[in-house]
């Protein structure tokens, strides 16, 4: 027998229901007024004294005996209560259970159920509750759409085993036997609710749509970078229909990935040029559009994609008002910054044009990028410069060599003289005076190791600027640095390292007479046996390239035979 605790007489039952409900209502309007308000500020403050309002009344509702004529209303006001709140919060909070809990807990005190409710964990109230609700049909229009928010919530905390238990049991006479999470989201049917129920701000049936978009572009973004673009482009698709116009700019650039990695780059071109028609989210789809390029070979339309994503990443936008509401973006994690969802900011995506461009032979623009990103950096404009997550870039440090690199390649000596000199100006003083204090300093501090082949570094571009300007002195001077801070910190890792910087050593120790050092070398490389092989991959850093760039590697076997010959064994 269901327990219901009368409120008084039944005039003021129903008199105390209806401004209840009045109550209600007028909330939710409240909160479309907000909705609808281009002023942020007032915006913000109408949701949450609407938020605030909700409540109140929620705790004017439970704090009197639960009864089956009120429990529709108070179940429709906390899923108001938790929609507006997850939604001015950007997302669902542990505390939003304990909510659908006391909610659950008080459908079950109707039954007189008081013992049995403090056995159950979440999911066993449910399943108690939707069993009462088979004989409480008044019921099940608000339970299904708290059942709805509570998908919501397990949706976002990953919980999918008991979001399928959920699913298949408010689906028994479709398909509760299926564990497939989107047959079952559009197998769920919410019950209609009836012309004069409570107003609510996000109906079941709305949110049932969200869910089943969600769930698709979380089944098929994440598969992307890992590969899995088979599954994506089955899973994506399903969620275009229902998809919000500023979700369309993130499924279109991920279906456009996954076809590129399949190898379908027209088929890919076609997705990115509608992800940019679909809104001023333009980052994404312009960052993939460079990768694409550049997997063709059309190094002129990748700088270009490049060049339009600096310019949209440079361009403040107003944020889109958010709707009062789950949304689909709610129920989706953050773009991994691996993720190609990801486009990094605009100092990001200027130093993947300049690394591009000085890669590419275009010196003049590369070297242009780099003092734009450098002075971006000095000026404080850009205080803390995170280098790109994928590929890996570089550190403050390598973007002053790469730009001086960049400046030498250009023909520009003077300004990368300056550069290196800022740059000594910044590390150099970090260096142990003595030879003796290296290895102490390597293991007291991670940046010591790391500096002393930046300075070092620095000073060979020094040497090849010198060079440029005709000052053969100076260059010999820097030069001289440059070896004398690497012969001091050896890396660990000296007997395995690259045969061409060996044999690079090699030729110059003979071409120096230093016939001592250049027989002990060449004994050395003979005797080792597990030398990487001449087309293993050997990763250099991007200024370093540049640096090998400018000088012709020896031909090995000649210098071989020549070594051999010349009598010095």
Same mark, same amino acid.
């Given at each position: 027998m269901a327990h219901q605790t009368p409120l008084g007489s039944s005039a003021s039952h129903v008199s105390c229901l209806d401004l209840w409900r009045e109550k209600n209502d007028q909330l939710v309007r409240q909160a479309k007024v907000a909705q609808d308000s281009s002023?942020?500020?007032r915006r913000q403050q109408l949701a949450q004294d609407a938020l605030e309002g909700l409540r109140g009344l929620l705790c004017s509702l439970q704090g009197l005996p639960a009864t089956v004529s009120v /429990?529709? +209303?108070? +179940? $429709?006001? =906390?899923?108001? %209560? =938790? $929609? /507006?709140?997850?939604? !001015?919060?950007?997302? %669902?909070?542990?505390?939003?259970? @304990?909510? =659908? @809990? @006391?909610?659950? *807990?008080?459908?079950?005190e109707t039954q007189g159920q008081l013992e049995a409710r403090l056995e159950h964990e979440l999911w066993g109230l449910w399943d108690a509750a939707l069993r009462v609700s088979s004989l409480l049909p008044e019921l099940l229009p608000a339970l299904h759409h708290l059942a709805g928010l509570q998908a919501a919530l397990w949706l976002t905390t990953n919980r999918f085993g008991d979001l399928t238990? !959920? !699913?298949?049991?408010? $689906?028994?006479? @479709? #398909?509760?036997? #299926?564990?497939?999470?989107? +047959?079952?989201?559009? #197998?769920?049917?919410?019950? $209609? *609710?009836? #012309?004069?129920?409570p107003l609510t701000l996000q109906n079941a049936q709305g949110l049932r749509d969200v869910l089943l978009t969600a769930f698709a572009c979380r089944q098929g973004q994440p598969a992307c970078p890992v590969g899995l673009s088979k599954l994506t482009l089955w899973s994506l698709p399903k969620a275009l229909s229902l998809c919000p116009r500023s979700l369309l700019v993130q499924v279109y650039t991920a279906l456009g990935t996954c076809l590129r990695k399949m190898g379908s780059p027209q088929r890919a071109l076609l997705y990115l040029v509608a992800a940019l028609k679909e809104g001023s989210t333009w980052g994404p789809p312009l960052l993939e559009a460079s990768r694409l390029y550049q997997q063709l070979g059309n190094i002129a339309a990748e700088i270009e994609s490049l060049e339009l994503l600096v310019e949209a990443l440079s361009i403040t936008r107003i944020p889109e008002a958010h709707q009062l509401l789950i949304e689909v973006e709610l129920l989706l994690p953050r773009p991994d910054p691996a993720s190609p969802l990801h486009c990094g900011t605009q100092s990001q995506a200027k130093y993947l044009l300049a690394s591009r461009c000085l890669q590419t032979g275009r010196a003049a623009d590369a070297a242009e990028h780099y003092l734009d990103l450098l002075a971006l950096l000095l000026d404080g404009s850009e205080p803390k410069f995170s280098p790109p997550p994928c590929p890996p870039g570089p550190c403050v440090p390598e973007l002053f060599l790469e730009a001086a690199a960049a400046l030498i390649q250009a023909g520009r000596a003077q300004d990368a003289l300056t550069v290196c000199e800022e740059l000594l100006s910044r590390t150099s003083f970090l260096l142990p005076k003595r030879p003796r204090l290296w290895e102490d300093a390597r293991r007291r501090t991670k940046e010591s190791p790391h500096c002393s082949p930046w300075v070092s570094a620095t000073h060979l571009l020094q040497g090849q600027a010198w060079v440029q300007l005709g000052a053969q002195k100076e260059a010999i001077s820097e030069y001289s640095r440059c070896l004398e801070l690497l012969f001091r910190a050896t890396p660990k890792d000296k007997e395995q390292g690259n045969q061409d910087a060996s044999y690079h050593l090699l030729q110059t120790l003979r071409r120096l007479d230093r016939r001592d050092e250049a027989t002990a070398l060449w004994r050395r490389l003979e005797a080792q046996t597990e030398l990487p092989q001449e087309n293993t991959a050997w990763s250099l850093p991007l200024y370093l390239e540049t640096c090998l760039g400018w000088i012709c590697p020896p031909d090995r076997e000649t210098l071989r035979e020549e070594f051999q010959t010349s009598g010095d064994l």
């Open positions: 002023l942020p500020l /429990l529709p +209303l108070e +179940l $429709t006001v =906390i899923c108001n %209560f =938790i $929609t /507006l709140r997850a939604n !001015l919060a950007r997302g %669902f909070t542990e505390d939003l259970a @304990q909510d =659908i @809990q @006391q909610g659950l *807990e008080r459908v079950l238990l !959920l !699913l298949q049991t408010l $689906t028994v006479s @479709q #398909s509760s036997a #299926s564990e497939d999470m989107l +047959l079952l989201l559009k #197998s769920w049917r919410p019950p $209609t *609710e009836e #012309s004069d129920a």
